[in-house]
Nanobody, 126 residues
Framework: QLQVVESGGGLVQPGRSLRLSCAHS????????IGWSRQAPGKEREGVAC????????NYGDSVKGRFTISRDNAKNTVYLQMNNLKPEDTAVYYC???????????????????WGQGTQVTVSS
């Protein structure tokens, strides 16, 4: 089971940016699926972004499209979520997951990844 550890969360003002990091256990393949999800208090977990290893596309949630970007550094075994123009409604615990197998990023991918990390808190407030 792949292990991941998220970091980089914190308190940020609306309109500012934050980059979350997700360090994962080392594996031999360079192409793998990446998932980011979040959960706000009293709400269900929702998918934020998913990178598909099968075709290289990324599926972003409607609420973050144009503001959030997935990237990765294979040499550092780390994936990132760059979050720009943050809004109070982005406040949540953010989780990441990686998978060397196929994940359909255009389905309910939150349930398809084998495991998610412990999460990092992001609070957007003035």
């Amino acid at each position: 089971q792949l292990q991941v550890v998220e970091s980089g969360g914190g308190l940020v003002q609306p309109g500012r940016s934050l980059r979350l990091s997700c360090a994962h256990s080392e594996f031999t393949v360079n192409n793998y699926a990446i998932g980011w999800s979040r959960q706000a208090p009293g709400k269900e977990r929702e998918g934020v972004a998913c990178f598909s290893s099968s075709d290289g596309s990324t599926n972003y949630g409607d609420s973050v499209k144009g503001r959030f970007t997935i990237s990765r550094d294979n040499a550092k075994n780390t994936v990132y979520l760059q979050m720009n123009n943050l809004k109070p409604e982005d406040t949540a615990v953010y989780y990441c997951a990686v998978d060397t197998g196929f994940v359909n990023c255009y389905s309910d991918y939150v349930r398809l990844f084998d495991s998610w990390g412990q999460g990092t808190q992001v609070t957007v407030s003035s």
